[in-house]
């Protein structure tokens, strides 16, 4: 699996930030936005690109563009849906595909809730929002979910990933690419990952 830690000032900057205590819901929201744009940036350095001529204000010229718009976003609710207009705002045509998973507390295991796909995902770039990959339980089921409609090509954003939960998914789906603001040291043993961000769901909602 290729893993890429973004590794930005301003990332670690704003991941700094986060990470504060009583950082305030507008405040933790605000960021996971601006770095998630962050990780937008670099998990799209290798989109194909192609030659176009078009009318410059000398005379026709060649320019680049990607080539082909076919992304789809995929937000894990609740949480993704924190990172998922950072990378629409890049990709403002790509197409949304929701899928509700929660994580049981007791067990530590995903319970998938809810799944919306775009009609026509085989020939898309999946592009799966969430910001927290802990034991990477979500993710590995989202991922099942996605490769069982087709999904061939998939990307993987999230803010904090731990070790166990990149593990995980390497082991679960190893063609896959992962982009993460940070990785973190480790779980603690309710599966919350240190240094980590706490819950990111409560904190972008506002709910604790
Ligand atoms: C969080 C997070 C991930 C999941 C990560 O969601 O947003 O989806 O936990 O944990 P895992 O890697 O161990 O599966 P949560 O279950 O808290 O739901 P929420 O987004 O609705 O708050
Ligand atoms: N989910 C979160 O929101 N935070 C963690 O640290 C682990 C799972």
């Not at 290798?46 to 060649?62: A, R, Y």
């Not at 595909?97 to 998938?112: A, F």
């Not at 099942?144 to 803010?159: A, E, F, Q, T, Y």
């Not at 190893?174 to 706490?198: F, R, S, T």
Request: proline share 5%; with cysteine; charged share 25%.
């Amino acid at each position: 699996m290729q893993v890429t830690e973004v590794n930005h000032p301003l990332i670690q900057h704003k991941l700094g930030l986060m990470r504060e205590a009583d950082i305030s819901t507008k405040r933790f929201r605000e960021l996971a936005h601006e770095v998630s744009s962050l990780v937008t940036y670099e998990a799209t350095k290798d989109f194909e690109m192609e030659q176009v001529t078009i009318e410059g204000w000398n005379g026709p010229i060649e320019v680049k563009k990607i080539k082909g718009k076919k992304v789809t976003v995929v937000p894990i609710l609740r949480a993704g849906l924190g990172m998922m207009d950072a990378v629409l705002e890049h990709m403002p045509s790509a197409k949304v595909s929701v899928v509700g998973i929660y994580r049981d507390e007791e067990t530590l295991e995903p319970v998938p809730y809810f799944e919306k796909l775009v009609a026509n995902i085989e020939e898309r770039i999946a592009m799966v929002v969430d910001p927290m990959l802990a034991t990477g339980g979500s993710m590995i089921s989202t991922l099942d979910l996605l490769k069982s409609r087709g999904c061939k090509h998939i990307k993987v954003l999230v803010l904090v990933a731990a070790p166990e939960g990149i593990k995980a998914l390497e082991q679960a789906h190893p063609d896959v690419e992962l982009y993460a603001a940070a990785i973190d040291d480790c779980l603690n043993e309710k599966g919350y990952i240190l240094p980590g961000l706490g819950d990111a769901g409560d904190k972008i909602f506002g709910t604790k």
